[in-house]
Every structure is written in structure tokens, then in C-alpha cells.
């Protein structure tokens, strides 16, 4: 197999072992070539990212995972000077901007490591590359590693994908709480010294071993006060066919949405994880999302008049986000709301918002629990169109 032949097979087997490795293909953004995807860069811009895997040869055998040792798959690996070359061309012709590495546990933790740290550093060494990348760090990573990591990545990432212990040996059985955890913290002591300047991130599988959204949420919150991470992704499980867990049900991909949507509360809008709104059997509401859930459980808050209520108070109307809460504050200095037109101007969401705020003393919402009755005979809509 030539490294262009390996290119189109480690791109495509990218999607099971990277940060969004379970999100719908159609959400990554336009491919223009094998391992080209555009997320967002840290400008907010688009950003062609050349994403793919080192090797998918795999001495693990998580009962998830297509790439388990298990399985008798085409297998392939790239040495470093193939991947720096391939990079290096797409990279001239203008067609990435960035470069996100991961790789399967091929030969072991130490030799996986070692050949994405080589070829990151022939990067920025030989070629004197200075742009962006992300790096995958293997579970079990030393300090080492981790610090070599640091001072070639713009961040790194080591996938936890369950909440605790016990739900890990379920579906990584070689992976060991510790061997995570101790990587994050070297990562975030790298972070404080100045290194990784876009941070370090984790992803959860979401519904692979039972778990539930309160155990997550016990998680991340550590995850963010402890290690520092700047981003959490949350990727629902999709049984795959061929593995020990190929008749598992999916997760329904809303349950995704909840948790994304629940996570931006803890990371914009200052809530803490034991406000969120889980329900029986500790999960968020399906058909709901967090933040009205959470309004429709504090009658006695609301409704707010928005002409007086602080910033803090205005965060937590649905409907309305950091952006509108400065203009509404900028504007009412200087004029009064009376219209719900007013607000919409400024980009709230009045359908969800008009429930819970007055204008100048006037309420434009409807009786709640006649809106909580409408929203869950809604059937949940599964975005499997997308796949
Ligand atoms: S470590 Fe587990 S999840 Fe990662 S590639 Fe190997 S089998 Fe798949």
C-alpha cells in the first residue's frame, strides 16, 4: 500500500478515534480531499484541518470500536516521514491549515506516541511548519511525553469516553482511569507553564456503558476544575457492525445535543452542574433543552422584568445568550423595551424567552405548563438523516 492508499484508509477510520469521531459526518464540515475537514479556528474562522490517524492497527480491543485488535480489518500505518510529507504538500497547495493527529494503540502506548511525536516534530523542525495542530495523546502517555506534547502542539486531547472507572473497564477494558488522568494533569501542568496555547480537550462516548447524564456531568465539571480543559465533546455511541457491541442501541444523537447544550450553561451562562435539570434516572429531559428546563422548574424566579433584571438574571432567560444580554444592557440605558419586536431586534429568541421576562410591567408569555405539555407529546425528532 502506498501512503497515498494508507492517506485514504487512516482518514476515513479517523471518525472512531478522534474528538468527534461519532458525530455526523454532514457536521464536519466540507471534505475537499482524503483527511480534509473544516472546523472552526480559533479566530472563529473556517479552517481546513488535515485529520486522520497514524496507524489503525490496534493492540486493544475495546468492544465498541471497529479498530479493535479483534478484528480482522485492512490495517495500515503511516511512518512519520510519509505523514509530514503528505501534510507538508496539502499544506503548500493552500488546501490545510491545520493538522489533527490521533492514532490507534499501535505496538504499544510508547511506540504510538513516539511516531506522532516524530512526525509532528519533522514538522515544525524540517520543515519549519508553525501552524496549527492538534495532537492525540495515548492513555498511559508519561510526563515525558506529555511535555514533548506541549512544546510541539498547539493543544492535545486524550479521550476518556466514560465517566468513571467502572464504566471504563466496560468499554476499555485496557485503558485504566489512571492512565487518562494522569496525562491531563501532566497536560495541565504544561498548560500553567505556558505551553499549549489552545488548551487540552476529552470526549465521552454517551450511552456506550450505561452510564447516566448526572455521572457525566460529575465528570466534566472535574474534568474543567481539575485539569483545566477547555473543551469537553460529548459523542453519541452508534453500535458498529462486526463488533461485541454491534446490537447495542444507538444513542439517540438529541441525547448528544442536551449534553452539548447543558455543557455551554456551565461554560457561558454560570451554572453549576447541580443545577441542571436531570430527571428520573438522572438524565436531562429529551424533548426540553437544559436551560428551559431549568426556567420551567423556577417558577418563583420568574417572570423577570427586563428593563431592571441584572446580567446574571437575564443569562438565565431561554432564549437569550451573552450576546443579547449586552446589547439589551447597553440599550436600555437609554430606552425603554415595550415590544417583544424589541427584543428579537437584538437577537433573542422571543418564541422561548416571552414565557419568562416582562416588558414595562407586560407579560407576552403563555401559561408553562401548557408550553411543557406541547413540547412533550412533541415525538423526539432523531437527526439519523444526517447520517
Ligand atoms: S484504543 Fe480502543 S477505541 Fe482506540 S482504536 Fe484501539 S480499540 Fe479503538
Not at 510529507?85 to 505496538?107: D, I, K, N, P, Y
Not at 519549519?128 to 492538534?134: F, I, L, M
Not at 510541539?152 to 487518562?180: C, F, H, Y
Not at 441542571?276 to 418563583?300: M, T, V
Amino acid at each position: 500500500m502506498d501512503a497515498e492508499q494508507k492517506l485514504e484508509l487512516l482518514a476515513d477510520d479517523a471518525r472512531f478515534e478522534s474528538c468527534d469521531s461519532f458525530t455526523p459526518r454532514k457536521r464536519k464540515g466540507k471534505q475537499t480531499g482524503p483527511g480534509i475537514t473544516t472546523t472552526q479556528g480559533a479566530n472563529g474562522k473556517p479552517m481546513a484541518l488535515f485529520r486522520l490517524l497514524q496507524s489503525n492497527s490496534c493492540e486493544w480491543d475495546c468492544p465498541y470500536c471497529p479498530l479493535r485488535r479483534s478484528n480482522d480489518i485492512e490495517r495500515a500505518t503511516l511512518e512519520p516521514e510519509e505523514l509530514s510529507t503528505l501534510f507538508m504538500q496539502r499544506h503548500e497547495q493552500g488546501a490545510v491549515q491545520g493538522l489533527f493527529l490521533s492514532s490507534a494503540v499501535a505496538g504499544g502506548v510508547r511506540p504510538a506516541m513516539g511516531r506522532m511525536l516524530d512526525t509532528v516534530e519533522l514538522l515544525r523542525v524540517r520543515y519549519q511548519y508553525t501552524g496549527y495542530v492538534h495532537l492525540k495523546l495515548m492513555p498511559g502517555a508519561r510526563a515525558d511525553e506529555v511535555e514533548r506534547a506541549a512544546k510541539l502542539a498547539d493543544r492535545v486531547s486524550i479521550n476518556l469516553e466514560a465517566p468513571n472507572g467502572d464504566r471504563m473497564k466496560q468499554i476499555s477494558p485496557e485503558r485504566g482511569w489512571s492512565t487518562v488522568l494522569e496525562p491531563m494533569a501532566y497536560a495541565r501542568d504544561q498548560q500553567e507553564a505556558g505551553e499549549l496555547t489552545s488548551g487540552q480537550a476529552t470526549q465521552f462516548v454517551v450511552g456506550a456503558s450505561g452510564e447516566s447524564d448526572r455521572e457525566i456531568f460529575d465528570a466534566t465539571t472535574r474534568m474543567y476544575r481539575e485539569f483545566k480543559l477547555r473543551r469537553v465533546y460529548f459523542n453519541a455511541f452508534r453500535p458498529q457492525a462486526g463488533t461485541p457491541m454491534a446490537e447495542h442501541a444507538a444513542t439517540p444523537f438529541v441525547r448528544q445535543q442536551r449534553l452539548q447544550e447543558a455543557d455551554w450553561l456551565l461554560r457561558h451562562y454560570g451554572f453549576k452542574a447541580d443545577e441542571l435539570p436531570f430527571e428520573s434516572g438522572d438524565n436531562l429531559p429529551l424533548q426540553i433543552d437544559p436551560k428551559f428546563a431549568w426556567a420551567l422548574h423556577h417558577p418563583e424566579i420568574f417572570p423577570i422584568e427586563v428593563q431592571t433584571a441584572d446580567r446574571e438574571m437575564l443569562l438565565r432567560v431561554p432564549g437569550i445568550g451573552p450576546i443579547s444580554v449586552e446589547r439589551i444592557l447597553a440599550m436600555r440605558r437609554s430606552a425603554k423595551f415595550r415590544e417583544l419586536d424589541h427584543l428579537r431586534k437584538l437577537g433573542v429568541v422571543v418564541d422561548k424567552a416571552r414565557h419568562f421576562l416582562t416588558l414595562d410591567g407586560r407579560f407576552f408569555g403563555n401559561d408553562t405548563t401548557q408550553v411543557v405539555a406541547r413540547l412533550r407529546a412533541k415525538p423526539i425528532v432523531e437527526q439519523l438523516s444526517l447520517w
